[in-house]
């Protein structure tokens, strides 16, 4: 029999509100320089993913938005904290690479311990914790070499994953952490985004997953957020909701299509502070 949801536990996030939200440059296949953005429609659909978070009885903290920095609004890339500590971003593409110091900034100036990446890695982009391991995707942003940088600092176990589909180009693209629960870990992942190897290890080490079908896989609904019984997911993963429901999860369907222009869905806008 599958585990069922272990149950909902208090989230600390930091979200960054889109005030200067476009696509004004190309870094995935979803961007398109040449389609209009609608920022108004952005900053609501924002709004109604952090009051889903407040309502849920998280904590949401906001980082100021930097003129220039569209790709800002996607927090989960900023840093990964673990215990409390902070490992920073260094981004692979010059157009985000301004990123990294500003959020590290923020949690220096807060008294978190920060550690500054010699290794290219997007944040939790691309760092999953679920239990006691680290799931760490490469293969298009983060290089497998901070992988060992960010199990040295943390020590914890980091298994690499290889990314094989540039739509599915960051790891919180692809899996989606249901359960970071140690007692309990489980994960959703769609499997066509990964190497034959990846596969086999992550059925190894999560062989009740939930498998994303393809619709759920476009409609990003990877890109979610659960707190151990509520997931906030994109609406037009249905199979995926139907699968959580199965389980004892709660599906919070939020609409960020505007954000999803960049690329990035609910996941992406927000990074989770384990103290
Ligand atoms: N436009 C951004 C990029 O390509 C989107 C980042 C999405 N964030 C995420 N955590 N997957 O870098």
Same mark, same amino acid.
């Given at each position: 029999m599958t585990a069922t949801a272990p149950g909902r536990t208090d989230r600390h996030y930091l979200m960054c509100e889109p005030?200067?939200? +476009?696509?004004?440059? *190309?870094?995935? /296949?979803?961007?398109? $320089?040449?389609r209009y953005t609608d920022v108004e429609l952005a900053l609501r659909q924002w709004r109604t993913l952090r009051d889903t978070y407040l309502e849920l009885g998280h904590r949401v903290e906001t980082i100021e938005p930097i003129a &220039?920095? /569209?790709?800002?609004?996607?927090?989960?890339? &900023?840093a990964t904290v673990v215990d409390g500590v902070v490992y920073s971003a260094k981004f692979r593409h010059p157009e985000r690479q301004p990123e990294g110091p500003a959020y590290q900034k923020w949690f220096a100036d807060r008294g978190y311990v920060t550690h500054t990446a010699a290794m290219i890695n997007e944040g939790e982009g691309d760092i999953l914790v679920v239990g006691d391991l680290i799931l760490a995707g490469t293969? #298009?942003? +983060? *290089?497998? $070499?901070a992988h060992a940088e960010a199990q040295e600092l943390f020590g914890r176990p980091v298994v690499s994953l290889e990314l094989v589909n540039p739509s599915y180009y960051h790891l919180d693209t692809a899996l989606a952490v249901i359960s970071s629960d140690p007692a309990s870990p489980q994960i959703a992942y769609y499997? $066509? $985004? #990964?190497s034959a190897g990846s596969r086999a290890v992550l059925n190894r080490l999560f062989p009740d997953a939930i498998l994303a079908t393809d619709s759920d896989a476009v409609a990003l609904g990877l890109n979610a957020v659960s707190d151990g019984e509520n997931v906030v997911v994109a609406p037009g993963a249905r199979d995926l909701a139907a699968a959580l429901r199965e389980r004892g999860y709660t599906p919070i369907p939020v609409d960020t299509s505007e954000l999803l222009k960049g690329g990035g869905g609910a996941k992406c806008c927000t990074l989770e502070i384990r103290a």
């Open positions: 005030v200067h939200y +476009t696509v004004s440059y *190309e870094i995935n /296949p979803w961007m398109d $320089a040449t &220039g920095l /569209p790709d800002m609004v996607y927090a989960a890339n &900023g293969g #298009f942003r +983060t *290089e497998r $070499a499997p $066509a $985004a #990964f």
